[in-house]
């Protein structure tokens, strides 16, 4: 495993391959699981592999004229940022941000059941949290998941049984079309999605988000 600080050529802004993906980095925003911005994340600007962001411009390219866009949580992820959450991991617990995003666990139970790693594919570049949004006559609005971004849980499995038939369709929409551009998912989560083939399988990258 390589650690390195330094910004290869061929890691891209996303809006520079594909302008009209939605981009919500979650964690540039105190809008998130730990309620604080985190370290390394200086803009709300999803950086990837060059291959993993013309992928996802064909993707958006393909759902356009469904009036479908893509919707972006969290793309690469620097090495500090997971830092940041296994030091928040030891601060005391605050309810209300329990309640919201891991009503069924402590932060411990986090880490230990897979749900934040200390190694994340997201440092490495080809891995995207996202969902699907359509437009509306008050804008754009995320299609119904059933649950949102980063709760954690069984709810937040892609094959979770208990969702209504809107709920089921929507995800399985999601999955099939990454799936089919050449993405994997994630067992526990379902806006989680990794480039097959990725260009840094073993690399772990720190630097920042601007």
Known sequence: MIDTTKRPS????????????????RYSTPN?????????????NAWLTRKTAETL??????IQPWGLSLYIFDAYRPKQAVQ???DWSYQAENPALQQRFYPNMTKRQLFELGYIATRSSHMRGSTVDLTLATQTAQGWQELDMGTEFDVFGLSAAPDYADLSLTQRTNRLLLRSLMLQHGFHGFELEWWHFTLNNEPYPEHYFDFVVD
Not at 57 to 62: I, K, L, N, P, T
């Open 57 to 62: 411009a064909q993707v958006q390219h393909s």
């Open 10 to 25: 061929d890691f891209v802004e996303l809006r520079a391959y594909a302008p009209s993906i939605l981009q919500d980095l």
């Open 84 to 86: 940041h959450f296994i």
């Open 32 to 44: 998130n699981f730990t309620g604080t911005v985190v370290s390394g994340y200086n803009a709300n």
